[in-house]
């Protein structure tokens, strides 16, 4: 376990995890992103929590994986992709929030600000003049969250999956500089 505060931890994520990962996801997936998905999110979780996306992941070069723990309960999942590369900005040394969700539960706790604090360290730790994700565009509370805490959009693009329902694909690449 990796103490990030006193209440907050990050467990590494192991292949022998995939079950507990997909139950995970979706206990707090779902909740805020149902909506989104003609099928519930089907496709959605087979394509990202399966055994071999996992396997895939997590032997990705650069690539950590965490559940987070609130207390002593399992609250999230953190994934983050160190030298990744943004699209927007070529050659430069990046780090990739790739994924970030928290149980409804314990929004507003803080613990959002904590673990974005805590990869911003990681990222200058790896050398990273900046750091980046991608969010919905619908997601207002998400990227008022990001813009606090001085993430700029440097790009829009259309979430072109499946079962997608059209008038949530639209996405931004946030980023942050570090240096």
Known sequence: MIQVSKEVAL??????????????????????????????????????YSITNLEQELAEKGS??????????????LRIQFDKECMDFPGEA????????????VHGLGIGQLLLDWTIEQSKAHQSSLLWLE???????SLQFYQKNNFQISGSFKLEVPNII???????TMYLRLL
């Open 64 to 77: 950590v994986y965490y559940f987070i723990y609130y207390k002593t309960n399992s609250i999230g999942i």
């Open 11 to 48: 467990k590494p994520i192991h292949l022998e995890d995939q079950r507990e990962l997909l139950e995970l996801a979706r206990k707090i997936y779902l909740p805020v992103y149902r909506h989104l998905w003609t099928d519930n999110g089907a496709f959605y979780f087979e394509k990202n």
């Open 166 to 172: 059209e008038k949530w694909q639209g996405m931004h």
């Open 135 to 141: 969010a919905m565009d619908t997601q207002k509370q």
């Open 94 to 105: 990046a780090t990739k929030l790739h994924r970030i969700y928290l149980d409804p539960e």
